[in-house]
T-cell receptor
Framework: DAEITQSPRHKITETGRQVTLACHQT?????MFWYRQDLGHGLRLIHY???????NKGEVSDGYSVSRSNTEDLPLTLESAASSQTSVYFC???????????FGQGTRLTVV | QKEVEQNSGPLSVPEGAIASLNCTYS??????FFWYRQYSGKSPELIMF????GDKEDGRFTAQLNKASQYVSLLIRDSQPSDSATYLC???????????FGIGTKLQVIP
């Protein structure tokens, strides 16, 4: 069955370190998204991609970067982790915006 | 003004009652509307989507859309304790490949 997976599921890192969260989907979807979810804010869009070599900034992109070298993967990199980036991160993919987005299981990141 | 607004709740309803969840949005150009359910510690999963004004029914769930008033609602009939979750309203605007989410309404169904 097609699926979308994130790794790691849990990560603790120190302030200032570079961290990469992986997202892999086998739906062959062109659209992929990264969100963070915080209490009181809901899901906020970090970056998104329409397809290979395409990346776009979302609502809260500062301190984050993504790259899209193939259809299946959209890794999210925190260039220099900050405590404010402690959050639950969700990756999602969709065929188009008139169909549902499928979410990964989430990654709980703690920056200490 | 937030693009998508929801009351965070919690909304408490007795088992068997109708739960009514509401969402308003600010962008009149919005064209697609989604309701996601999220259990605690889990990822969001799609419950329903609606594109046209009116009602759309799927089992115990009914989505209602009123574009003139810019609101979308989700009714859950015969609420069950297993419906206890946070319900996220999501909105997209045609031509933009992204979805904007509300903060979600926490629903508690009391046995």
């Amino acid at each position: 069955d097609a699926e979308i997976t994130q790794s790691p599921r849990h990560k603790i890192t120190e302030t200032g370190r570079q961290v990469t969260l992986a997202c892999h989907q086998t739906w062959n979807h062109n659209n992929m998204f990264w969100y963070r979810q915080d209490l009181g804010h809901g899901l906020r869009l970090i970056h998104y991609s329409y397809g290979v070599q395409d990346t776009n900034k979302g609502e809260v992109s500062d301190g984050y970067s993504v790259s899209r070298s193939n259809t299946e993967d959209l890794p999210l990199t925190l260039e220099s982790a900050a405590s404010s980036q402690t959050s639950v991160y969700f990756c999602a993919s969709s065929r188009d915006t008139r169909t549902e987005a499928f979410f990964g299981q989430g990654t709980r990141l703690t920056v200490v | 003004q937030k693009e998508v607004e929801q009351n965070s709740g919690p909304l408490s309803v007795p088992e068997g009652a109708i739960a009514s969840l509401n969402c308003t949005y600010s962008d009149r150009g919005s064209q697609s509307f989604f309701w996601y359910r999220q259990y605690s510690g889990k990822s969001p999963e799609l419950i329903m989507f609606i594109y046209s004004n009116g009602d759309k029914e799927d089992g115990r769930f009914t989505a209602q859309l009123n574009k003139a008033s810019q609101y979308v609602s989700l009714l859950i009939r015969d609420s069950q304790p297993s419906d206890s979750a946070t319900y996220l309203c999501a909105v997209t605007r045609g031509g933009y490949q992204k979805v904007t989410f509300g903060i979600g309404t926490k629903l508690q169904v009391i046995p």
